[in-house]
């Protein structure tokens, strides 16, 4: 869950709120313009270890 679904959420310069899964590498800017920092593109493991 994101920020924008749930305002209640931690929020600040500490956290970073990241977006993986099949709609955030079909649709990335989507998924950005919904309120994630950060869309990660496929294999979400590679990502996290580079």
Avoid: N, Y
């Amino acid at each position: 869950m994101h920020r924008a679904a749930d305002p209640g959420l931690a929020d600040g310069p500490d956290v970073t709120h990241l977006a993986g899964g099949a709609h955030a590498t079909a649709e990335p800017v989507q998924t950005l313009d919904a309120g994630w920092d950060m869309a990660a593109i496929g294999e979400g493991e590679s990502t996290l270890l580079s």
